[in-house]
T-cell receptor, first 117, second 109 residues
Framework: GAVVSQHPSWVICKSGTSVKIECRSL??????MFWYRQFPKQSLMLMAT?????????EQGVEKDKFLINHASLTLSTLTVTSAHPEDSSFYIC?????????????FGPGTRLTVL | GQNIDQPTEMTATEGAIVQINCTYQ??????LFWYQQHAGEAPTFLSY??LDGLEEKGRFSSFLSRSKGYSYLLLKELQMKDSASYLC??????????WGAGTKLIIKP
């Protein structure tokens, strides 16, 4: 199957700092990538849909000025958590959509565990 | 509104068969995904159905009925490593993924 990578896999930062998470589709081009957040023992929560070359679409309740998304190329999307606070500590997961007719598939990155002190 | 329903938790015995159901009401339909997620890890893709019928892939099979807004994931010859959460998700008309809350499957010896 296709591969999606995330970097870093885990990060610890101080409150008030910004953290950038990268999501790359390694062997296919992804016009659309998704960013999710998952708190312990809870399901994935979609934060935003990232489309190459255009502004991301944010889900209701997600602050677009706090969670900056850039999808500058067909293989890279970045999520920047600005002025991070302890409540932003979570597991952030990206995915990339590979559209191929009836074989549409979504591939997930391994996730980034963010801890804000 | 858009909604995906699946049972919260199921228990099954090693070696047995279990069926996890998923019903959905969404604005448009471009396919239904099943994912497996072990605790602390990202989900892994299991199956994708866009046409009615049964798709078999080894011990796992997935069924879809678009007219009924219904899918199920069938797991055969259960193994202890199958203990995980199983997530159902539908791709709507805007290619947004609508997620179910997941079914926690517990396998007992």
């Amino acid at each position: 199957g296709a591969v999606v990578s995330q970097h870093p896999s885990w990060v610890i930062c101080k409150s008030g700092t910004s953290v950038k998470i990268e999501c790359r589709s390694l062997d296919f081009q992804a016009t659309t990538m998704f960013w999710y957040r998952q708190f312990p023992k809870q399901s994935l929560m979609l934060m935003a849909t990232s489309n190459e070359g255009s502004k991301a679409t944010y889900e209701q309740g997600v602050e677009k000025d706090k969670f900056l998304i850039n999808h500058a190329s067909l293989t890279l999307s970045t999520l920047t958590v600005t002025s991070a606070h302890p409540e932003d500590s979570s597991f952030y997961i990206c995915s990339a959509l590979r559209l191929a007719g009836e074989l549409n598939e979504q591939f997930f990155g391994p996730g980034t565990r963010l801890t804000v002190l | 509104g858009q909604n995906i329903d699946q049972p919260t938790e199921m228990t099954a015995t090693e070696g047995a068969i279990v069926q996890i159901n998923c019903t959905y009401q969404t604005s448009g339909f471009n396919g239904l995904f099943w994912y497996q997620q072990h605790a602390g890890e990202a989900p892994t893709f299991l199956s994708y159905n866009v046409l009615d019928g049964l798709e078999e892939k080894g011990r796992f099979s997935s069924f879809l009925s678009r007219s009924k807004g219904y899918s199920y994931l069938l797991l055969k010859e259960l193994q202890m490593k199958d203990s995980a959460s199983y997530l159902c998700a539908v791709l709507d008309s805007n290619y947004q993924l609508i997620w179910g809350a997941g079914t926690k499957l517990i396998i007992k010896p």
